[in-house]
């Protein structure tokens, strides 16, 4: 284990509470106000709680997150990209007291945990979109999700019921613990919310090439309603690790945060956060963590470098360019090493893939592996209201 990357801050957080105390928090909790959380606050408030984003070990109190607005790090200088925050109603911020406790509920009124107040704070909106999201268009999923919750926001540490844990749900000390007794003491992590395609393969081999494991970690938190849901895209890396993986360099599971689709920012910290969960590689690719138009097709790479890189981030980037099959070269390619026109080249957009699937047209095996397609296939042609958008 000592082996291993270290998590940021040193040591992984643990906020859940003990079995053994649960029955007593649950009825504390009767008497608590009460903050309803997101579905995405609710995912932070998971991935807080099992150490995936140490050395934070609450919602950020202001000193925090105007230290990761301002400078991608937290107020203590370790590196940090988004702020992860919890947003509270005008009467709440009127009525909650530094040092009280409150409990933390989904939208169903199920406790979730407890917070203790460390402060009330109001966000700068316009200041937070332009530095993280680098845009205050509304049109932004994620700003638009900012600007719904409101300016209000409580910070302060939290303690979390424990996990109802889901078949591939490893926490990051299970993923270490996997890491380890695998003997792998270099890891590369793929963050995807997409079917694995032929050129997202032959990132992940590539990089196999150069290290002894892959941690496949498709996110499973809330995305855009356009995204492919998460049980298909689970059907599809299971057909694909089984066909075309050595079972024994992967490692599949699932990753339980949500998309803010901030870019740059948000790639930065998926390779922070793959970094507590034990991975000392993470890939960087075209337009990673991004949706429309906001960012440069490359700007998440630059904002590796900028922040310092592997020294000061702790995990090294493999850094990709746009990849596709190339049929001249008869193999998979990038401008890095293919010398052929554009029409040699295999690339289709995820609508032209939907469109093809939706009209019972065949995916060319040269884009994705032909039991992906056939998953996909099955998952579309299914009667309106199932169907995927
Ligand atoms: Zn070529």
Redesign the pocket.
Known sequence: MSALVTPLGGSLVDRRIPQAEVAEAAQRAEGLPAVELSPSEAADLELIADGAYSPISGFLTRGDYESVVDRAELAGGTPWTLPITLTVTEQQAAELKQGQEVALRDAEGGLCGLLTVGEVFRRDVEREAGEVYRTTDDAHPGVRAMRTGGPLLVGGEVRVLPAQAGALALTPAQTRKAIAERDWTTVVAFQTRNPVHRAHEYLTKVALEQVDGLLLHPLVGATKDDDIPAPVRMRCYDVLLRNYYPAHRVLLATFPAAMRYAGPREAVYHGLVRRNYGCTHFIIGRDAAGVGNYYGTYDAQLLYDELGGAERLGYTAFKFEHTFW??????M?SAR????DRE??VMLSGTAVRKLLSDGGEVPHTFTRPEVAEVLRQAYSKPAGEALV
Do not use: D, L
Request: proline share 8%; charged share 10%.
């Open positions: 190339c049929n001249a070269c008869e193999s390619a090493t293919c010398p052929h040699q080249h």
